[in-house]
């Protein structure tokens, strides 16, 4: 069974920083490309950044050269750095499959981000 448990988020001012971890189980870690994705009130939940299994990274304009993504797969667990974060960054983050490669499992409880202006 697919686990994923995402952790880190929390409240920050405009300019500030957060770490988010994503420890996932019940799969083959190291041969699947992952992504964080987050969703905002009343929007479509949507990919931010994704890592494939051999380290390649991309990002969805919004966050490009603020967040970072990357992953330990010693630790089946995927990161995202977030930096000079933005009122607007204020969502429900989640990790998965990249959508961009394969099919999504059930999403886990995602972690809150919320940035004060």
């Known amino acids: 069974q697919v686990q994923l448990v995402e952790s880190g988020g929390g409240l920050v001012q405009a300019g500030g920083s957060l770490r988010l971890s994503c420890a996932v189980s019940g799969i083959i870690f190291s041969i699947n490309a992952m992504g964080w994705y987050h969703q905002a009130p009343g929007k479509q939940r949507e990919l931010v950044a994704g890592i494939t299994s051999s380290g390649r990274t991309d990002y969805a304009d919004s966050v490009k050269g603020r967040f970072a993504i990357s992953r330990d797969n010693a630790k089946n667990t995927v990161y995202l750095q977030m930096n000079s974060l933005k009122p607007e960054d204020t969502a429900v983050y989640y990790c998965?499959?990249?959508?961009?490669?394969?099919?999504?499992?059930?999403w886990g409880q995602g972690t809150q981000v919320t940035v004060s202006s």
């Open positions: 998965n499959i990249n959508k961009n490669y394969g099919s999504v499992y059930v």
